[in-house]
């Protein structure tokens, strides 16, 4: 069985505002936790108008206060963006005040631009590059093992599930070689997906937290009561996509009949292929491409990608998802 989870950007919509965004989330993870989803996650950005989840530990604390069994995590934290110290210490707490609900998701992007990030560092000494160093302290602090001289109060001994994410093979390769799950962000990097896969299937050495490989992976998924009303509502992340690709990212903007033909035949043939990992339609199409995704790659569990401008929309766009990921349980 494929299980199957939500990615919430926390997006702000033109004409709304960063505390109703707030509250959409609370409401969004209570949603998706009775519809069955595994885990909700929320991902640090900086600098973005449209996305409220900068201040990522604190959005997933008030989310997981609005909920009470889904996991709840960071997919992920920025490691070179903060030191491992402080990180432990702040999902120490969210381990403490909702324990063994949280997971961990790192990579080694920025989730900014050059500007945001001297201004969140201070300094741009930090080097990328020492990112599996930085997972292995982190990993310290969690075990409270000695290895660092300093015991992480709180998160010293904290029951926190990590994940390494990436777009590329560098993460693959880490998350085999230290034994952890593994998330592909395909849901708008696909091109290393197979590639990525195929090397942490092999490589993968088991360790103390996991036996056997174990992958998700991204994927959109916008669904409506007809194709044609889910290609109107996947518009606004189609404009949000080229919008921040164009160096112009902003609030989430209204969805757009016939966007992707506005577009011109290169403008949308850019956008088919960045969000390839992707079901727009009616229940019977997100059926077939959910099912054609993990037949092909063969991952344990479906990250679902689902930023729409209309908040219930987006409610039953989920429904229709977790109607379809069930559908395709009992038919394996």
């Known amino acids: 069985m494929t299980a199957y989870s939500l990615l919430d950007l926390v997006p702000v919509v033109e004409g709304g505002s960063v505390s109703q965004s707030l509250a959409n989330a609370a409401d969004l993870a209570r949603h ?16 973005m108008t449209g996305i409220a989840s900068a201040a990522t530990s604190i959005v997933i604390a008030h989310v997981a206060a609005a909920t009470s069994t889904i996991r709840v995590g960071a997919g992920g934290i920025m490691l070179p963006n903060h030191s491992p110290l402080v990180i432990a210490e702040q999902f120490g707490t969210l381990d403490a005040l909702f324990p063994g609900r949280i997971d961990l998701g790192l990579g080694r992007a920025p989730g900014s631009d050059q500007k945001v990030a001297r201004a969140m560092r201070r300094t741009l000494e930090s080097d990328a590059n020492a990112f599996p160093q930085d997972v292995l302290e982190l990993q310290s602090y969690f075990a409270d093992d000695g290895q660092t001289g300093i015991s992480a109060t709180p998160g010293a001994g904290a029951d926190i599930r990590l994940w390494i994410l990436g777009s590329s093979l560098f993460g693959a390769q880490l998350a085999a070689a230290l034994g952890l799950p593994y998330a592909f962000a395909s849901h708008f990097a696909p091109d290393a997906l197979d590639g990525a896969l195929a090397i942490y299937r092999r490589d993968f050495r088991p360790s103390a937290v996991l036996a056997k490989p174990y992958v998700m992976a991204g994927f959109n998924v916008f669904a409506a ?15 949000a996509f080229v919008a921040l690709r164009t160096g112009n990212p902003g609030r989430m903007k209204p969805p757009v009949a016939n966007y992707r033909q506005s577009l011109g035949a290169q403008g949308a043939a850019i956008l088919d292929h960045a969000l390839r ?40 766009s989920l429904e229709i998802t977790a109607d379809v990921m069930r559908e395709l349980a009992v038919a394996a």
């Open 32 to 47: 998706v936790e009775a519809l069955g989803f595994s885990r909700y996650w929320t991902a640090e950005h900086h600098g």
């Open 225 to 239: 009561d007809t194709d044609d009303e889910a290609e109107l509502l996947a518009s606004s992340q189609q404009q």
């Open 277 to 316: 990992c992707s079901a727009v339609g009616a229940r019977a199409k997100v059926a077939r491409d959910i099912a054609a995704f993990v037949e092909r790659t063969g991952v344990n569990e479906i990250m679902v990608a689902s930023s729409i401008y209309d908040h219930d929309a987006r409610k039953h």
